[in-house]
C-alpha cells in the first residue's frame, strides 16, 4: 500500500489562495522589475510585517536588528533631507521599520512619505552589506555555502511537508561553463555572472508555479532583492493567466500601476542562444544571508556598524514537469543550447566580433519603366503600340 504524500503546511497558498501582496511580488519576478518604481505596498497585518522583515533576516524580537533597522531608516532621512529637502512629519521619522511599512500599504500623504523612505532604506541597506562583506576574510564560496544552507533548509522542508515540488536540483557552475559564458558575452567580466549559484525547481503542473513561488518570496528570498533586468519568463503572460483564473482575476483588477514602464506582462526572453520553443520561468535574487558569530569577530571597527547580514546572488529556475519534458526536445535541449554557445564562442575567437555568415539575398531585376504615351493616343484613351515609347537603355556605370 502507497504512503500518502504529508499534508502541505496551512499557511501554504494555493493559486486559489494568493493574496494581492503575493500577486505583486509574483508579477515583479516576472517582468524583471524593481521595487524601486512602486507607489505601496500591500502588508495589511504585523504578522505580515514580521514575516517581510524575517525573510530579510532581520528579527524585532533581536536588539541588534531593531537598531540596524533604526539605524539604515536614519541614514535614509538624511539623504532625503540633505538632497532635497523632502519633508517628513515627526509622527513618521520617528517610526520604527515595521510601522513604517504598514505605513507603506496604507493611503495618504504619510503614506507616500513611508514609501520614500523605505525606498531608501533599500538602497542603502544592500550597500552597505556588500561594503561589509568587502571588509570580511570570507571567500566566495564559503559565502556561496551559506547561500546553500539555506536554500536545502527551506526547499528541503517545502519537500518534506509534500508541496507540489517533483524535483530540485541545486549546484555550482563549474569553471568551463563559466569560460564559456563569459567569451560568448560581450561583457567578459566575472562580475557579469549571475549564475555561479543555480537553483532548479521542478513542479507538478503549470498552476503550481505561481504558490511555490509565493512560498519562496515568503521563507527563502525577499522578492525586492530579484535583481532588476535578469528574468527570462517564457511562460506566464500574466495578463491572460490571471484572466483565466476568476479569483487572479479579481486580484488582477487592484494591480498597482507601473509608472514609467511599459503596460506589458507578455513574455522576456534575454539570452541569445535559447530556442524560441524554450519554456521556463528563470530570475536572479541577490539573497540575504546572516554571517555567523565566528565570522564577525574578525571584522575590523569600521564593520561593526553595518550589520550581519551580506549578499550573495543565486539563479533560480522554476518549471513544470511537462513543460521541462518538452524542453528536452530538439532545439530547445540544453544540449542544443551549448552547441550553439559553443559555435560561437569559437568563432568569436577565431574571427572577433563579426556578424554571422548568412545566405546572399537574391537582387530582384530592375522593374520595367512605364511606357510613355504620345499626346494624341492620351486625348483618345488608346493604348499606343509598344514600339511608340521604347524602353530606354541604362548607362554603365
Given at each position: 500500500?502507497?504512503?500518502?504524500?504529508?499534508?502541505?503546511?496551512?499557511?501554504?497558498?494555493?493559486?486559489?489562495?494568493?493574496?494581492?501582496?503575493?500577486?505583486?511580488?509574483?508579477?515583479?519576478?516576472?517582468?524583471?522589475?524593481?521595487?524601486?518604481?512602486?507607489?505601496?505596498?500591500?502588508?495589511?497585518?504585523?504578522?505580515?510585517?514580521?514575516?517581510?522583515?524575517?525573510?530579510?533576516?532581520?528579527?524585532?524580537?533581536?536588539?541588534?536588528?531593531?537598531?540596524?533597522?533604526?539605524?539604515?531608516?536614519?541614514?535614509?532621512?538624511?539623504?532625503?533631507?540633505?538632497?532635497?529637502?523632502?519633508?517628513?512629519?515627526?509622527?513618521?521619522?520617528?517610526?520604527?521599520?515595521?510601522?513604517?511599512?504598514?505605513?507603506?500599504?496604507?493611503?495618504?500623504?504619510?503614506?507616500l512619505c513611508a514609501c520614500t523612505i523605505l525606498k531608501v532604506m533599500h538602497?542603502?541597506h544592500h550597500l552597505e552589506a556588500r561594503e561589509l562583506l568587502y571588509m570580511?576574510?570570507?571567500?566566495?564560496?564559503?559565502?556561496?555555502?551559506?547561500?546553500?544552507?539555506?536554500?536545502?533548509?527551506?526547499?528541503?522542508?517545502?519537500?518534506?511537508?509534500?508541496?507540489?515540488?517533483?524535483?530540485?536540483?541545486?549546484?555550482?557552475?563549474?569553471?568551463?561553463?563559466?569560460?564559456?559564458?563569459?567569451?560568448?558575452?560581450?561583457?567578459?567580466?566575472?562580475?557579469?555572472?549571475?549564475?555561479?549559484?543555480?537553483?532548479?525547481?521542478?513542479?507538478?503542473?503549470?498552476?503550481?508555479?505561481?504558490?511555490?513561488?509565493?512560498?519562496?518570496?515568503?521563507?527563502?528570498?525577499?522578492?525586492?532583492?530579484?535583481?532588476?533586468?535578469?528574468?527570462?519568463?517564457?511562460?506566464?503572460?500574466?495578463?491572460?493567466?490571471?484572466?483565466?483564473?476568476?479569483?487572479?482575476?479579481?486580484?488582477?483588477?487592484?494591480?498597482?500601476?507601473?509608472?514609467?514602464?511599459?503596460?506589458?506582462?507578455?513574455?522576456?526572453?534575454?539570452?541569445?542562444?535559447?530556442?524560441?520553443?524554450?519554456?521556463?520561468?528563470?530570475?536572479?535574487?541577490?539573497?540575504?544571508?546572516?554571517?555567523?558569530?565566528?565570522?564577525?569577530?574578525?571584522?575590523?571597527?569600521?564593520?561593526?556598524?553595518?550589520?550581519?547580514?551580506?549578499?550573495?546572488?543565486?539563479?533560480?529556475?522554476?518549471?513544470?514537469?511537462?513543460?521541462?519534458?518538452?524542453?528536452?526536445?530538439?532545439?530547445?535541449?540544453?544540449?542544443?543550447?551549448?552547441?550553439?554557445?559553443?559555435?560561437?564562442?569559437?568563432?568569436?575567437?577565431?574571427?572577433?566580433?563579426?556578424?554571422?555568415?548568412?545566405?546572399?539575398?537574391?537582387?530582384?531585376?530592375?522593374?520595367?519603366?512605364?511606357?510613355?504615351?504620345?499626346?494624341?493616343?492620351?486625348?483618345?484613351?488608346?493604348?499606343?503600340?509598344?514600339?511608340?515609347?521604347?524602353?530606354?537603355?541604362?548607362?554603365?556605370?
Open positions: 500500500m502507497s504512503i500518502p504524500p504529508p499534508a502541505p503546511p496551512s499557511d501554504f497558498r494555493w493559486l486559489s489562495d494568493l493574496r494581492l501582496a503575493e500577486l505583486e511580488s509574483i508579477r515583479l519576478i516576472l517582468r524583471g522589475a524593481s521595487v524601486i518604481d512602486w507607489q505601496r505596498l500591500e502588508l495589511a497585518t504585523e504578522a505580515q510585517v514580521r514575516e517581510f522583515l524575517a525573510v530579510q533576516e532581520f528579527d524585532l524580537d533581536d536588539p541588534a536588528s531593531r537598531a540596524r533597522t533604526e539605524a539604515v531608516k536614519n541614514a535614509a532621512i538624511a539623504y532625503l533631507r540633505r538632497n532635497f529637502d523632502f519633508p517628513i512629519p515627526k509622527p513618521v521619522a520617528q517610526m520604527d521599520a515595521a510601522e513604517l511599512l504598514l505605513l507603506a500599504s496604507a493611503r495618504g500623504h504619510r503614506q538602497i542603502i570580511l576574510p570570507i571567500s566566495d564560496q564559503d559565502v556561496f555555502h551559506l547561500v546553500e544552507q539555506k536554500v536545502y533548509r527551506v526547499i528541503g522542508g517545502m519537500l518534506a511537508a509534500g508541496l507540489p515540488i517533483l524535483e530540485f536540483i541545486g549546484g555550482r557552475k563549474n569553471r568551463d561553463s563559466l569560460y564559456s559564458k563569459l567569451l560568448s558575452k560581450k561583457e567578459t567580466h566575472a562580475a557579469q555572472i549571475y549564475d555561479k549559484l543555480r537553483f532548479r525547481i521542478v513542479t507538478r503542473s503549470p498552476d503550481d508555479i505561481f504558490p511555490v513561488l509565493s512560498h519562496l518570496t515568503r521563507y527563502l528570498f525577499p522578492f525586492n532583492y530579484v535583481v532588476p533586468g535578469q528574468t527570462t519568463n517564457t511562460m506566464f503572460d500574466l495578463r491572460k493567466y490571471c484572466a483565466s483564473s476568476p479569483h487572479l482575476a479579481g486580484l488582477a483588477r487592484d494591480l498597482q500601476p507601473l509608472v514609467g514602464e511599459p503596460d506589458d506582462d507578455g513574455l522576456l526572453v534575454d539570452n541569445q542562444f535559447t530556442s524560441s520553443s524554450y519554456r521556463v520561468v528563470h530570475f536572479v535574487v541577490d539573497m540575504p544571508v546572516r554571517l555567523p558569530q565566528e565570522i564577525l569577530d574578525l571584522a575590523p571597527p569600521a564593520a561593526w556598524a553595518l550589520g550581519r547580514v551580506v549578499f550573495a546572488q543565486a539563479e533560480f529556475q522554476v518549471i513544470d514537469r511537462e513543460t521541462e519534458h518538452a524542453n528536452e526536445m530538439g532545439d530547445a535541449s540544453h544540449d542544443a543550447y551549448k552547441d550553439r554557445q559553443k559555435a560561437a564562442v569559437m568563432r568569436r575567437l577565431k574571427l572577433g566580433n563579426v556578424r554571422p555568415m548568412v545566405a546572399p539575398v537574391p537582387v530582384p531585376a530592375p522593374a520595367k519603366l512605364p511606357e510613355k504615351r504620345p499626346a494624341a493616343a492620351r486625348e483618345r484613351g488608346s493604348r499606343p503600340p509598344s514600339s511608340a515609347a521604347p524602353t530606354p537603355k541604362r548607362k554603365r556605370k
